[in-house]
């Protein structure tokens, strides 16, 4: 395609434009959280990385709030959603 040239192995390769990483990157994490917080209820994990291409002290706390509320929602309150879901899908029929 010729966008960026053959890939050097790095894992995150440069735009020539770093506007439209900064764009890429955005709209990937963005996407990443909504998925997230439909599947798991709490925003994507590491996603300081994912924006920036370092991770910070600041995010592996959030990491660790959200695995902690993660963990609360999948063994208390998370039967509920998964229903819905599979009702959505098809998975399961309503009766």
Do not use: H
Not at 11 to 36: G, V
Not at 37 to 47: D, E, I, S, W
């Amino acid at each position: 395609m010729g966008v960026v040239g053959q890939p050097k192995g790095t894992p995150f390769e440069a735009f020539t434009f770093k506007n439209l990483e900064q764009c890429f990157r955005n709209a990937w994490t963005d996407n990443a959280d909504i998925l997230s917080l439909l599947y798991t209820g709490t925003p994507a994990l590491k996603t300081d990385f994912t924006r920036t291409g370092k991770r910070s002290n600041m995010g592996a706390i959030k990491d660790g709030q959200n695995s902690i509320v993660r963990y609360y929602i999948n063994n208390f309150t998370d039967g509920f959603n998964n229903d819905c879901l599979d009702l959505s899908q098809g998975q399961i029929t309503a009766k």
